[in-house]
C-alpha cells in the first residue's frame, strides 16, 4: 500500500499556481524526499497532505484512505516555519501535542519522557521552552513531529540550521523512526542527507514534478555520464566550448562539471581542456551526485522554459 | 470531519493551565479586590482628612443680608439623610467671614490673586426686595462651595422676606420642614418590597460592569492569544492535528473557565465578607440580592455575551499580524461595549423606552441592556424570550463566520487583508 497517493492535486493563491495538477504515489516504509527548488510548492503539497490547507482539485489519499477519514494519530508533522509556546515547560508542551495526536494522558506522558530521554534532554522536562537554546528547541519539535509514532511523518526541511552534530543526531532518530514502521517524507535542499536517507525521490519545481523514482536508479541514469575536474588557469574557459560534448557544463573558478552527451566520453572532455590550456590537477569519471542532477534538472527545465 | 472534543478539550486544557499557573493571574486576582476596597477606604478617608479649609469672605453691602448667609444654622431635625450630610462636610472644609466694612474690593480681589483669600461672595441690593450674589474666585470648580454658598444666599433672602412679612422666625423654619422620600418597588401582580438607590441603580450598575469587564479583559486577552499562536508559528503544528474551529473553540472556552474562576473568587470573596458582617452591612441591605430569574439571565448573558464578542476578537486577531493593528481592529468591536455602557444613566431611568427596547434586542448590545432592563423592572415574558433568541441565533451566526475568518486568517503572513477581501473569506468558507 502506498503512504500517500496524490491525485491530479492543484492549490491556487490568487493568481499564483502554487501545485499545478500533480499526481504522485510514495510508497511505504524508508524515507522519501521532496525536492525542488524554493517556492517549487513543495510546502504547500506538505501542508494540504496535513489538512492545514485544502487543495482546490484533486484527492489525496493517505494509507488507502482519503485524507479527510485518517485519524489525528496516523500523522507527524514538523512544519518549515518552525515555532512552539515559548512560555510552556517542555514536558507539557509534549503532553499536549501528544494529546492533540489522540495519545491518552497517561500514554502522552510516557512518550514525552521517552523522547526526551532519547534526545538527552530529559533534565529540561521542567524548564520553559523559551530557556532552552536554538538547537535544543528544534529537537524538542522533532519530538512533537515523531513521540507518537506515527505511520507518516511529514518533514518540512528538518535538517535548516542545524549544526552538523545534531544532523547526524536527527539522521539516527529518523532511522530509529523508519525501524519502528514509520514512513518520512521530508523536504530538503541538503543533497547529501538526501543521498544517504532517501530511497526515492521526487523533484518537484514551479508546482510541477519534474523527475521521480529511486535514488540508486536516478544516479545510475545521470551519474555514469558525469566528468568533474579540477584545474587552475581556467578563467577563460566558457560553456559554449564544450557544446558539442556536454548536454550541460557547470563552470566554477576551480572546477568545473560536465553531463557528457550521449556519443561523447570523458577522454574528449580531457583533450579538450588540455587543448584551451587548463592545468588539470584532478580529473575523475563520476557517477553525478543529487545536487549535480538537482542543479541539472531545474536549470533544465528553466532553459527549457524560456 | 466531524467536530473532536478531545481536541478542543485538550486545548481548553492547555490555555486554563497555563493561563491560572501565571504568577499574574494570582497578582490580578487578589490585587482587584484589593485596589476597590483601598478606592472605597481612601474616599471616605479623603473626606475626613481634609487637607485644607476654604476660605470665603463675604462683602455685604446690603447691610442685612451678610449676617443671615453666615450664621450657621443646626440643619432641621426633618431633613436628614444625604443633605443633611453634604451640608455638613462641606461646612466643615469651608471657613466663611465678614468682610470688613473699610475692606476694598480691589483688595479682596489682589489677595484671591495671590492665594492668600480662596473667594469672595458679593452680596448687593437688586431694587428693593432683591439680592445679587457674586462668587469670584480663582477657582470655580468646586461645585460642593457654590451649591452650600447658594443654600445659603437663597435660605439668607427667604429669611428676610419672611421676616417682612412679619412671621415669628421659628414658625418660618417650622414651615421649611422637609420629607424624606421613601421607596416602595411594584412588581408584577402588585407585590412590594422595600426599594432603594442600591438596589435599583448600584445593583444594575454592577451587573452591566461585570459583563463588561469580563468580555474587555478576557475577550482582548483571547485576541491576543490567536496573535501569539499566528506569530510564533506554532499554529502550524496545532493545525496539522486541530480543525481551525476546534482551537478557536478550544481558546475562547478556556479563556472563559479563567476568567469564571476569577469572578467565582472574587464572588466568594465579597460573600466572605458579607456574612462577617464588619460594617453591619446586612442590615443595610434590602431583600435577596438577586432573584432566581435574575440569576438564570445573568449568567446567560454573561456566557452568551462573551461568546459572541469573543468570536469577534479571536477573527480580529487572526486577520492582524502586529499588536498594534489588533489593538486599532479591536476598537470598533469595543465600541458596541462601549455603547451601552454610556447609556447606561438613562436605560436605567427609561427601561421601557421604545429605543432602551430595541436596543435590548440587538445581540450586540443586549447583554449589557437587557440585563439593566431586567434588573430594574420586569420585563414582558416575550421581550425576554426574543433576546435569548436573538443572542443565540447571533452569537451562532457570529461564531460561523468568526471561524471562517480565523481559518484563512490564522495562517496568512504580510498585509493585513481588506474588508471586501475577509467578507470573501466568510462567503467562501
Known amino acids: 500500500m502506498n503512504a500517500i497517493e496524490y491525485e491530479n492535486v492543484a492549490k491556487t493563491f490568487g493568481d499564483v499556481q502554487a ?49 479527510g477519514s485518517v485519524a ?34 497517561a500514554e502522552a506522558g510516557r512518550c514525552a519522557t521517552d523522547g526526551l530521554k532519547r534526545l538527552g534532554l530529559s533534565q529540561w522536562e521542567g524548564h520553559k521552552v523559551d530557556e532552552l537554546s536554538k538547537g535544543m528547541q528544534q529537537k524538542i519539535q522533532l519530538l512533537v513531529a515523531l513521540q507518537h509514532r506515527p505511520k507518516v511523518a511529514i518533514l518540512d526541511e528538518p535538517f535548516s540550521g542545524l549544526d552538523p552534530v545534531n544532523v547526524e543526531l536527527f539522521m539516527e532518530v529518523l532511522e530509529e523512526a523508519i525501524g519502528q514502521g514509520t514512513t518520512v517524507i521530508l523536504s530538503t535542499h541538503q543533497m547529501e542527507q538526501v543521498e544517504k536517507l532517501c530511497h526515492s525521490i521526487a523533484l518537484i519545481d514551479k508546482g510541477q514534478v519534474v523527475l521521480h523514482g529511486d ?32 548536454e550541460q557544463t557547470l563552470l566554477m573558478p576551480n572546477e568545473a562539471r560536465f553531463f557528457l552527451k550521449a556519443d561523447a566520453h570523458a577522454g574528449k572532455i580531457l583533450k579538450r581542456l588540455l587543448e584551451l590550456g587548463v592545468k588539470i590537477s584532478k580529473f575523475e569519471e563520476a557517477q553525478a551526485s543529487m545536487h549535480d542532477i538537482f542543479v541539472k534538472v531545474v536549470t533544465g527545465e528553466e532553459r527549457h522554459a524560456n | ?101 473699610d475692606a476694598s474690593m480691589g483688595a479682596l480681589k489682589q ?26 474666585a480663582q477657582n470655580l470648580a468646586n461645585a460642593q462651595i457654590q451649591g452650600l454658598l447658594q443654600g445659603r444666599v437663597n435660605e439668607a433672602l427667604l429669611q428676610h422676606r419672611l421676616q417682612g412679612m412679619g412671621l415669628d422666625p421659628a414658625i418660618a423654619q417650622k414651615l421649611k420642614g422637609r420629607v424624606e422620600l421613601g421607596m416602595v418597588k411594584v412588581e408584577k401582580g402588585g407585590k412590594t418590597r422595600e426599594g432603594s438607590v442600591f438596589s435599583d441603580f448600584i445593583k444594575p450598575f454592577l451587573l452591566a460592569m461585570l459583563i463588561y469587564m469580563m468580555i474587555i479583559m478576557y475577550g482582548v486577552a483571547i485576541m491576543n492569544g490567536v496573535l501569539e499562536e499566528k506569530n510564533s508559528k506554532v499554529v502550524e503544528v496545532i493545525l496539522s492535528a486541530v480543525r481551525p474551529f476546534e ?37 443595610q441591605s434590602t431583600g435577596p440580592w438577586l432573584r432566581p430569574m435574575e440569576m438564570v439571565l445573568l449568567v446567560f448573558y454573561f456566557l452568551f455575551g462573551f461568546m459572541f464578542y469573543s468570536s469577534i476578537y479571536a477573527a480580529v486577531g487572526a486577520t492582524c499580524t502586529t499588536q498594534q493593528e489588533a489593538q486599532q ?12 455602557i454610556m447609556l447606561m444613566v438613562p436605560t436605567i431611568q427609561n427601561p421601557n423606552a421604545p429605543w432602551v427596547v430595541a436596543m435590548s434586542l440587538i445581540p450586540l448590545c443586549t447583554p449589557i441592556t ?60
Open chain 2, 329 to 340: 481592529w479591536q476598537m470598533p468591536v469595543t465600541m458596541f461595549l462601549i455603547v451601552p
Open chain 1, 72 to 105: 489525528s494519530a496516523t500523522l507527524g508533522y514538523l512544519p518549515e516555519e518552525r515555532g512552539l509556546y515559548m512560555k510552556m515547560k517542555v514536558g507539557e508542551l509534549l503532553r499536549f501535542f501528544g494529546c492533540l495526536r489522540g495519545l491518552s494522558t
Open chain 1, 215 to 246: 535514488v540508486a536508479q536516478i544516479r545510475r541514469e545521470y551519474g555514469a555520464r558525469g566528468v568533474q575536474v579540477q584545474f587552475s588557469d581556467g578563467a577563460a574557459l566558457q560553456e559554449s566550448q564544450f557544446a558539442d560534448l556536454a
Open chain 2, 111 to 136: 489677595a484671591i490673586g495671590d492665594q492668600k483669600l480662596d473667594g469672595v461672595l458679593l452680596l448687593e441690593p437688586d431694587g428693593k426686595e432683591d439680592l445679587k450674589a457674586t462668587y469670584m
Open chain 2, 1 to 101: 470531519m466531524r467536530t473532536n472534543w478531545i481536541n478542543i478539550y485538550a486545548v481548553v486544557r492547555r490555555e486554563f493551565l497555563e493561563r491560572v499557573r501565571k504568577k499574574s493571574f494570582l497578582i490580578m486576582t487578589i490585587l482587584t479586590p484589593l485596589l476597590f476596597g483601598g478606592l472605597m477606604v481612601g474616599s471616605v478617608l479623603l473626606q475626613v482628612v481634609q487637607t485644607k479649609k476654604s476660605h470665603v469672605v463675604v462683602v455685604d453691602k446690603t447691610g442685612w443680608a451678610g449676617p443671615l448667609v453666615i450664621e450657621t444654622r443646626k440643619p432641621a431635625k426633618t431633613s436628614g439623610g444625604l443633605d443633611a450630610e453634604a451640608e455638613k462636610s462641606v461646612r466643615d472644609s469651608l471657613t466663611l467671614d465678614l468682610a470688613k466694612p
Open chain 2, 247 to 283: 482551537l478557536m473553540m478550544g481558546k475562547i472556552i478556556g479563556i472563559a473557565a479563567v476568567g469564571l474562576l476569577q469572578y467565582g473568587i472574587w464572588f466568594l470573596l465579597g460573600a466572605g465578607l458579607y456574612l462577617a458582617n464588619p460594617m453591619n452591612l446586612q442590615a
Open chain 1, 19 to 67: 501545485v499545478r495538477p500533480l499526481s504522485l504515489s510514495i510508497p511505504s516504509g524508508g524515507v522519501f524526499g521532496l525536492l525542488g527548488p524554493n517556492g517549487a510548492g513543495k510546502s504547500t503539497l506538505m501542508r494540504m497532505t496535513m489538512g492545514i490547507y485544502l487543495p482546490d482539485a484533486g484527492q489525496i489519499g493517505i494509507l488507502g484512505q482519503p485524507r
Open chain 2, 370 to 429: 437587557m440585563l439593566l432592563r431586567v434588573s430594574v423592572v420586569d420585563v414582558p415574558l416575550w421581550q425576554i424570550a426574543a433576546s435569548v433568541v436573538s443572542l443565540v441565533g447571533g452569537t451562532v451566526v457570529v461564531a460561523w463566520a468568526a471561524a471562517r475568518v480565523y481559518r484563512v486568517g490564522i495562517l496568512m503572513t504580510g498585509k493585513r487583508p481588506s474588508i471586501p477581501e475577509v467578507i470573501r473569506w466568510v462567503r467562501a468558507g
